[in-house]
């Protein structure tokens, strides 16, 4: 996708609910408490790469290295390319020690 949508100001689809019945039921989950839902999922992708993300005033994201650098991105679906250029290295999720070193890291 272009980054039009940003221009324009338009949500991108991950920072929003994808499921129609988010809001009702007993289970009532705000966009806040799904947004840090995505935040704990990513930040557990990332734990074997010691680099983390966390909300930055409910719009967006602050990514930090071990070493203190960091940016502010959007959304999830930049949080990849801004890994890249922060670290100068590709997460490359079928990477067998990647993978070896989150089963490690997750127990």
Same mark, same amino acid.
């Given at each position: 996708m272009? =980054?039009?949508?940003?221009?324009?100001?338009?949500?991108?689809?991950?920072?929003? /609910?994808?499921?129609?019945?988010?809001?009702?039921? !007993?289970? #009532? !989950?705000?966009? #806040? @408490?799904?947004?840090?839902?995505?935040?704990?999922?990513? !930040?557990? @992708?990332?734990?074997?790469? #010691?680099? #983390?993300?966390?909300?930055?005033? @409910?719009? /967006?994201?602050?990514?930090?290295?071990?070493? =203190?650098? /960091?940016?502010?991105?959007?959304d999830?679906?930049?949080?990849? =390319? @801004?890994?890249?250029?922060?670290? =100068? /290295?590709?997460?490359?999720?079928?990477?067998? !020690?990647?993978?070896?070193?989150?089963?490690?890291?997750?127990?």
């Amino acid at each position: 996708m272009c =980054g039009l949508c940003g221009l324009l100001g338009i949500t991108h689809w991950t920072e929003t /609910s994808a499921h129609t019945d988010a809001f009702t039921g !007993n289970t #009532r !989950n705000t966009l #806040r @408490a799904e947004r840090l839902h995505r935040t704990r999922i990513v !930040n557990a @992708a990332l734990c074997p790469k #010691r680099v #983390r993300i966390s909300d930055f005033q @409910a719009t /967006s994201y602050l990514l930090s290295s071990p070493t =203190g650098k /960091s940016v502010i991105v959007d959304d999830i679906q930049a949080v990849w =390319g @801004a890994f890249e250029t922060l670290t =100068g /290295s590709i997460l490359d999720p079928l990477d067998a !020690n990647y993978l070896e070193t989150l089963k490690q890291v997750s127990q």
